[in-house]
């Protein structure tokens, strides 16, 4: 029986390893490394990716079961796009193989590294090793910097941080013959602890190899060096840099000088001596040729400096010194971060002809009650700090655990104050908002969804007021705790921020929080206690309430009412005390650059996928852009699509374009013959939105050529009867025994008096004709045919669409019932920035001013060449990726990607001042081009590299989209107000509208 078993694992092995060995193996390889030097890491794949267009992914085991991705790529359009962590980069050239550079290779990047390709499985996963080379003696190099100050790098012939062995570096003098120990380090808790001289600092980052820089200007001739680390019987080799005689006298000013210099230097070598022949037996001095020293005789021997302290001191300047530049009107302004609100929606991928579509699952209700009432305060709190001119920041959807969490490896061992420190235990929600003022001190508000209508029965207002009782005390505590950790954020800084919290109930009036808090004095007192009010003060009086706010319908219109009743609020919260001051600018900094710097990071749950939160308005204007540029469809729109004979009705931008495409192409895949119907002016909607279906056809050469399906294109104008009759002989004329007759019809309202009755006629002729047809009006629908309204923009934020409204472009469908939506979009957008045409003294206008205006604001706070919200370790080059993928593996996070020309464009309601105004993006160094043809049949040609203008009358003929749209108004608004409509939203981001 045992022989039979033995014999029966043995062939199931044979045929486990010819299963194997049928498939090619996936390899790589990487050549061994100096320390702090580049490789190059080669994948050899079993097919060219090139062609088959597989994702892939390179692992780097640096700890047993732990891979981490340091480079992930997949294909998107046909076209290469990847995700690499800093000090990997690839050239995106692909085929069998692919080279990696691992850029300054430390031990932390050795180890095991595998290729992974999708559809692979682990059995043909080779591996291959990345290791140091190791020098047989330890060795340095030194070299000096224009200020004389001086680099050392050490190179240790074994890996001091993995064996935890003590190192020191020592230091002669000119003639070599005293040696100095200036560094000397130990190990605890798997970090190294060191005794530094004053004048060095040192890299943390260690392993076979250690830099350590000079902190100030030295003067002597020569320079002579060695490092050594316990356990190297090795001979240590030095290291030395002689300055020329000349940069050192170029220094001396006079001989007295020197020679007075040269006095004092002797006396201070005489007293040194003499404290060290005191010392005796405490020192480490040896006279001629030097020698290491043993691991008992590692002692401290010189004055301790933490560089703890150093690198605290440094991170808080590095700090400091890039928001000065992400925030260039930092102390006289107000800003939000992130200057946009974005909704916690779930989305789910289906695929449809092809194409990833994104659809809104059913919300968490809670979720979009808090949404809903965060943006309804916000909304509020900026046009109040707009209006007021109040410097200070704004800052939301933020987790304690996300402030400081990304310093970078320079500052990873800084000892600021942060929330892992914090002694209370307590387990609260973090707070809403906070707000940083420049004047006034610290403001901490958390916001409760509730609200306090009822159905006027007492047992309703009886559950009301125990939600409301039991929201307050949720509160209390939540503010209690945020206070207690804001004075501990802050305890390093000498003065401390006066701290001031708030309850926000925007859904509930001050007189139902009266009502529910009047029998329960316990509650009152704590609230009292909170937000820091005497005994015999209403301490309810501090909340926001929906008395201070504007109308929750539409929380962005706010009279001067509103105001009044938000800036007594405001006054009455943040003015309780007159003692002064309640913040210093250099407080101000200070908390900015740690709430709002590149070093707290915190992300957002969008579609499914985790983005880096943006903190500037460029990086909100492209977030925003990529996300409302994505193929996004609601549900019911998902359930049209198995609709034969449809109407879209509704204005631009709502999703009807999108949908008949997605429809045409499902027939198409279902063995339809397709006619696609338009207008001469808008056949390029179409030209590109089918290039492809032939993907989609049957490719064997021996069908019937009747039974293929077909795509083709007509132009053609409803408005004339002659050419309706033309096209509906050509149509009935098709034989569709065996194949199914698909049309779709664009825009049939445009003069469309002809097209109710060709469709009644075509439908005649094909008893299963399928047909969808998209129109802004519900008049002349044929008989039998189901007309579905869309009245909800899908291509651009909420903001967008009610300026639309505001500047005369709204239009509404008679009769049409619009639907409220559960499901909030991604985000309400940047708000619109307003610049106004001015004329000069002898009132004329050229549009010169407007121009350079808009220049202004475009250069400094959207298109700024740079990225300044990354963090430490990442500000180099932005990413290329259009949307910022946050890989879970990766410590370091990547910033949104940059704003390009190429995102911006122009629109003007007429060309009289053209010129004028372009001339003026043009000195600022925006590359500026038109979008024109010649006639209507030629296709216009976009500039992919820069500002591009169109006057707004050609949205008839062509449609773009842009992140940034400036609109340039005339005094009077255009004849074609849908034109307009169609120019204001083809905005995806950030609206600038310059207005009379």
């Not at 795509?711 to 199914?740: G, H, P, R």
Request: aromatic share 8%.
């Amino acid at each position: 029986m045992e022989s039979l078993t033995q014999q029966f694992v043995f062939l199931l092995c044979c045929l486990c390893f010819e299963r194997v060995s049928t498939q090619e193996m996936i390899r790589c390889s990487v050549p061994p490394v100096n320390s702090l030097q580049k490789t190059v890491l080669t994948c050899f794949f079993p097919e060219d990716l090139s062609v088959s267009k597989k994702d892939f992914t390179v692992y780097h085991y640096a700890q047993a079961g732990s891979p981490d991705a340091v480079l992930d790529c997949w294909w998107v359009g046909g076209a290469l796009d990847c995700f690499a962590k800093p000090g990997f980069s690839t050239t995106k050239t692909v085929s069998t193989t692919l080279n990696i550079t691992v850029s300054h290779v430390t031990s932390a990047l050795t180890g095991t590294y595998a290729c992974q390709v999708a559809g692979y499985g682990a059995s043909v996963l080779g591996t291959c090793q990345l290791d140091l080379k190791l020098d047989e003696n330890n060795a340095c190099n030194i070299s000096n910097v224009p200020n004389d100050s001086l680099t050392l790098t050490c190179f240790f012939n074994d890996d001091v941080q993995k064996k935890q062995t003590n190192f020191s570096v020592f230091g002669y003098n000119g003639q070599e013959k005293i040696s100095k120990e200036i560094l000397h380090c130990w190990w605890v808790d798997n970090k190294p602890k060191c005794q530094v001289d004053d004048d060095y600092l040192y890299d943390y980052d260690v392993s076979t190899y250690l830099i350590i820089k000079s902190q100030k200007t030295t003067k002597v001739k020569t320079f002579t060096y060695s490092c050594w680390h316990a356990g190297s019987t090795l001979q240590q080799a030095k290291c030395s840099l002689e300055i020329p005689e000349e940069a050192i006298e170029k220094d001396i000013s006079t001989g007295l000088a020197v020679g007075l210099s040269l006095a004092l230097t002797a006396v201070i070598v005489a007293t040194i001596l003499l404290v060290i022949l005191l010392r005796g037996k405490n020192c480490n001095l040896w006279w001629g040729k030097t020698r290491p020293p043993a691991d008992d005789e590692l002692r401290p021997i010189m004055k301790e400096k933490s560089n703890e302290d150093v690198t605290t001191k440094t991170f808080q300047e590095y700090l400091v010194k890039n928001i000065e530049e992400m925030y260039p009107n930092m102390l006289d302004s107000c800003y939000f971060v992130p200057p946009v609100y974005f909704n916690k929606i779930q989305y789910e991928k289906q695929p449809i002809a092809g194409q990833v579509v994104y659809v809104p699952q059913p919300p968490d209700l809670s979720d979009v009650g808090h949404d809903r009432a965060m943006q309804h305060v916000l909304h509020c709190l900026r046009h109040m700090a707009e209006h007021y001119k109040e410097d200070m920041f704004v800052l939301s959807q933020f987790k304690y655990e996300d402030y400081l969490n990304n310093p970078g490896n320079t500052f990873e061992n800084n000892s600021l104050p942060v929330p892992a420190g914090f002694t209370d235990k307590t387990n609260v929600g973090c707070f809403d908002i906070l707000i940083i003022h420049r004047r006034l001190g610290v403001l901490v508000g958390v916001i409760k969804s509730l609200s306090d209508k009822d159905d006027g029965s007492e047992e309703s207002e009886r559950k009301i007021d125990d939600m409301l009782v039991r929201e307050v005390s949720e509160a209390v505590e939540q503010l209690k705790y945020a206070k207690s950790m804001m004075e501990h954020l802050m305890s390093d800084q000498k003065h401390k921020p006066a701290v001031q919290t708030t309850l926000m109930f925007p859904n509930v009036t001050l007189s139902s929080l009266q009502r529910a808090l009047g029998s329960h004095s316990q509650v009152v007192q704590s609230l009292r206690e909170c937000v820091n009010v005497k005994a015999t003060d209403d301490p309810t009086q501090l909340c926001l309430c929906a008395n201070h706010l504007s109308n929750p319908c539409a929380p962005w219109d706010i009279d001067t009412s509103v105001m009044s009743h938000l800036r007594k609020w405001w006054d009455r919260l943040m003015n309780q005390s007159d003692a002064e001051p309640k913040m210093t600018d250099e407080l101000y900094r200070n908390m900015i650059a740690r709430f709002c710097g590149p070093a707290t990071q915190s992300t957002l749950q969008l579609m499914d996928e985790t983005f880096l939160q943006p903190k500037t308005l460029a990086d909100a204007v492209t977030l925003t852009g990529d996300l409302y540029d994505r193929l996004t469809l609601y549900p019911d729109m998902i359930e049209m699509l198995s609709e034969e004979r449809l109407f879209l009705v509704g204005p631009p931008n709502t999703g009807k374009t999108r949908m008949l495409t997605l429809a045409g192409k499902q027939w198409v895949e279902c063995g339809h013959h397709l006619y696609i119907l338009v207008r001469s002016f808008t056949s390029r909607d179409f030209m590109s939105l089918f290039s492809k279906t032939s993907n989609h056809t049957p490719a064997t050469k021996d069908i019937d050529e009747t039974l293929r399906p077909f795509v083709a294109q007509v132009s053609c104008n409803f408005n004339i009867k002659k050419e309706m009759k033309e096209i509906l002989d050509i149509l009935t004329t098709q034989d569709t025994k065996n194949i199914q007759l698909s049309v779709i019809a664009s825009e049939v309202d445009l003069g469309g008096k002809c097209f109710k009755t060709f469709v009644e006629s075509l439908s005649r002729q094909h008893p299963n004709l399928v047909l969808w047809a998209t129109s802004s009006t519900s008049q002349n629908v044929p008989d039998g045919w189901k007309v579905q309204t869309f009245t909800r923009a899908l291509t651009c934020p909420p903001a967008v669409v009610r300026e639309a409204s505001r500047a005369g472009a709204d239009y509404f469908i008679p009769g049409a019932e619009i639907q409220p939506h559960d499901c909030l979009t991604p985000t309400d957008g940047p708000q619109v920035k307003y610049i106004y045409h001015e004329m000069d003294s002898t009132g004329y206008h050229d549009c010169s001013l407007c121009g350079r205006k808009v220049a202004v604001f475009l250069s400094k706070h959207l298109v700024t060449k740079s990225n300044k919200t990354a963090s430490p370790d990442d500000i180099t080059e932005a990413p290329t990726s259009s949307l910022t993928r946050v890989q879970h593996e990766s410590p370091n996070l990547k910033a949104s990607s940059i704003l390009q020309d190429k995102d911006i464009l122009v629109i003007f309601e007429n060309d009289k001042h053209e010129v004028s105004f372009v001339k003026e993006l043009t000195k600022v160094g925006f590359q500026v081009k038109p979008l024109e043809a010649k006639n209507e049949k030629e296709v216009v040609r976009e500039a992919n590299d820069c500002v591009c203008f169109m006057i707004v009358d050609r949205f008839r003929k062509f449609r773009p989209r842009r992140k940034i749209v400036v609109y340039v108004e005339r005094p009077s608004p255009p004849e074609n107000v849908s034109n307009k409509w169609r120019g204001i939203t083809c905005c995806t981001a950030q609206l600038i509208v310059v207005r009379w």
